[in-house]
């Protein structure tokens, strides 16, 4: 569906190097979440999709056409929602999204936009002018731009940055419908736990490189060998007598609770030695790392 291979990007004059040898290759139907922080590359990377900025090295194709050669075709298959909102359009939403339909030599999709404008609670601005839109409304209505052309792959920078959190929720929504009916999404976010909650394959870039491409559950997975437990006594507990555990980083917190960084595999043998000391606890939590765990410990790899 898209295929990346060996792509960089060096902005003049600086010779800044954005992307260095990026290969990414998206599949029909997949969620992926692309993350990194900020200056890693990821908008460079959209924008060169967009057909916005122009590569400097490597290969970009969406549905088997060179974005190069065929930018017309590619943009008919791929839609983009910009990170940046700066726009300062004269129109109203309907107006704009009849043009951007119009670009693509389509007319009569005015009971399309509706449901656009529906799904994205933007009916109520339909003849407003974008200029007027609040920061989260104009997110919303490029995410209705981006779709008018009923796009197979739909590319998704930074979308919920600045929305307010009852509406990020109600674009979860949207996005998971548009994924089941079939759309394949890339998605950049900043907010973690969107990419545990949405995606189903995960792409950390870092200054220009793909340091980690997983599908979500197997990252988790390989991350979860080790995990936290958190026993409850109902005593004050001594650090120096939690030698016997050393091996398993004892940490006393609120003096009555004791954390281990555990191998799943030696939880019997923690178990064995706890109740061998006769410590018996009241209460005990097993804590499996979070994506965003996770992502921050390989940025910091
Ligand atoms: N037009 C440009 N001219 C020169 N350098 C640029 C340009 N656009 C981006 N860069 C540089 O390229 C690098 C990657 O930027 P990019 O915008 O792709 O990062 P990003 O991953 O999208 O970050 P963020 O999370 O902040 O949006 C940065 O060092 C940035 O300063
Ligand atoms: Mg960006």
């Given at each position: 569906?898209?295929?990346?291979?060996?792509?960089?990007?060096?902005?003049?004059?600086?010779?800044?190097?954005?992307?260095?040898?990026?290969?990414?290759?998206?599949?029909?139907?997949?969620?992926?979440?692309?993350?990194?922080?900020?200056?890693?590359?990821?908008?460079?990377?959209?924008?060169?999709?967009?057909?916005?900025?122009?590569?400097?090295?490597?290969?970009?194709?969406?549905?088997?056409?060179?974005?190069?050669?065929?930018?017309?075709?590619?943009?008919?298959?791929?839609?983009?929602?910009?990170?940046?909102?700066?726009?300062?359009?004269?129109?109203?939403?309907?107006?704009?999204?009849?043009?951007?339909?119009?670009?693509?030599?389509?007319?009569?999709?005015?009971?399309?936009?509706?449901?656009?404008?529906?799904?994205?609670?933007?009916?109520?601005?339909?003849?407003?002018?974008?200029?007027?839109?609040?920061?989260?409304?104009?997110?919303?209505?490029?995410?209705?731009?981006?779709?008018?052309?009923?796009?197979?792959?739909?590319?998704?920078?930074?979308?919920?940055?600045?929305?307010?959190?009852?509406?990020?929720?109600?674009?979860?929504?949207?996005?998971?419908?548009?994924?089941?009916?079939?759309?394949?999404?890339?998605?950049?976010?900043?907010?973690?736990?969107?990419?545990?909650?949405?995606?189903?394959?995960?792409?950390?870039?870092?200054?220009?490189?793909?340091?980690a491409?997983e599908?979500?559950t197997q990252l988790i997975e390989n991350f979860s060998r080790?995990?936290?437990?958190?026993?409850?006594?109902?005593?004050?507990?001594?650090?120096?007598?939690?030698?016997?555990?050393?091996?398993?980083?004892?940490?006393?917190?609120?003096?009555?609770?004791?954390?281990?960084?555990?191998?799943?595999?030696?939880?019997?043998?923690?178990?064995?030695?706890?109740?061998?000391?006769?410590?018996?606890?009241?209460?005990?939590?097993?804590?499996?790392?979070?994506?965003?765990?996770i992502?921050?410990?390989?940025?910091?790899?």
């Amino acid at each position: 569906m898209l295929s990346i291979s060996n792509l960089s990007k060096t902005y003049l004059p600086d010779k800044k190097e954005a992307l260095k040898g990026v290969t990414l290759d998206i599949e029909k139907g997949e969620f992926t979440a692309l993350l990194g922080q900020n200056g890693a590359g990821k908008t460079t990377l959209i924008n060169i999709l967009a057909g916005n900025v122009l590569k400097t090295e490597g290969m970009v194709k969406i549905g088997g056409y060179s974005i190069g050669s065929h930018a017309l075709e590619t943009k008919r298959i791929i839609g983009i929602v910009p990170q940046d909102t700066g726009y300062d359009f004269v129109f109203s939403v309907y107006e704009a999204l009849k043009k951007q339909s119009g670009y693509f030599g389509i007319r009569h999709n005015g009971e399309y936009i509706d449901e656009l404008l529906e799904s994205l609670y933007l009916t109520d601005k339909k003849f407003s002018n974008i200029r007027g839109l609040s920061g989260g409304m104009k997110k919303r209505f490029l995410i209705a731009k981006a779709l008018v052309h009923r796009p197979k792959i739909l590319v998704l920078d930074e979308p919920t940055a600045g929305v307010d959190i009852e509406m990020r929720h109600t674009l979860y929504d949207f996005l998971i419908r548009l994924h089941q009916s079939g759309t394949t999404i890339i998605l950049t976010t900043h907010y973690i736990e969107e990419a545990e909650k949405l995606c189903d394959r995960v792409v950390i870039i870092d200054s220009g490189r793909i340091i980690a491409d997983e599908p979500k559950t197997q990252l988790i997975e390989n991350f979860s060998r080790k995990v936290t437990v958190e026993f409850q006594f109902d005593f004050e507990l001594d650090s120096a007598d939690m030698a016997f555990l050393n091996a398993y980083n004892p940490q006393i917190e609120e003096k009555t609770k004791l954390r281990l960084r555990v191998l799943k595999k030696n939880l019997p043998e923690v178990f064995q030695l706890i109740s061998r000391r006769n410590m018996e606890f009241v209460d005990l939590a097993i804590e499996k790392p979070t994506l965003e765990d996770i992502y921050l410990s390989i940025i910091h790899r």
